[in-house]
């Protein structure tokens, strides 16, 4: 598994400023504040896999007693991950924002989740058995 250091807190750290930047100003630029329903939704992905791994069976034993709490957990993140890839998409298919803000916020929007993705990644513990 990576460690993680100083540099790499700060690239990822520049990473999803960068992020915020490109949703924040595909609001600010076109006048339309919806596109920040895209962060709401990036920064709740990964609830649901952290609520159902603490729900799972810690037992190693029998790996068929927790898989469904897991894979519902998994469910809910992939659902919220593609609604913040298409809510800005549909708000843009309908006219509520410009093609532009719609790239703006997608962009930023996969910066954002790539990040904390990132940040779960360099920061797991390791189980020692």
């Not at 992020?19 to 339309?32: D, E, K, Q, R, T």
């Not at 603490?54 to 037992?59: E, S, T």
């Given at each position: 598994m990576p460690q993680a250091g100083l540099k790499t807190i700060i690239a990822l750290s520049f990473v999803l400023a960068v992020g915020?930047?490109?949703?924040?100003?595909?609001?600010?630029?076109?006048?339309?504040?919806?596109?920040?329903?895209?962060?709401?939704?990036?920064?709740?992905?990964?609830?649901?896999?952290?609520?159902?791994?603490?729900?799972?069976?810690?037992?190693?034993?029998?790996?068929?007693?927790?898989?469904?709490?897991?894979?519902?957990?998994?469910?809910?993140?992939?659902?919220?991950?593609?609604?913040g890839l298409a809510l800005p998409m549909i708000l843009a298919h309908s006219g509520i924002i410009e093609v532009p803000a719609m790239i703006m916020s997608v962009i930023g929007g996969l910066l954002i989740y790539g990040t904390i993705i990132s940040f779960a990644m360099f920061f797991q513990e390791e189980q020692e058995f």
């Amino acid at each position: 598994m990576p460690q993680a250091g100083l540099k790499t807190i700060i690239a990822l750290s520049f990473v999803l400023a960068v992020g915020f930047l490109l949703v924040i100003l595909s609001c600010a630029l076109w006048h339309a504040y919806y596109p920040l329903l895209v962060v709401a939704t990036y920064v709740l992905a990964p609830v649901p896999n952290w609520i159902c791994s603490h729900c799972a069976n810690p037992d190693d034993f029998v790996e068929s007693s927790g898989a469904a709490v897991l894979d519902l957990g998994r469910f809910c993140t992939g659902f919220l991950v593609v609604m913040g890839l298409a809510l800005p998409m549909i708000l843009a298919h309908s006219g509520i924002i410009e093609v532009p803000a719609m790239i703006m916020s997608v962009i930023g929007g996969l910066l954002i989740y790539g990040t904390i993705i990132s940040f779960a990644m360099f920061f797991q513990e390791e189980q020692e058995f």
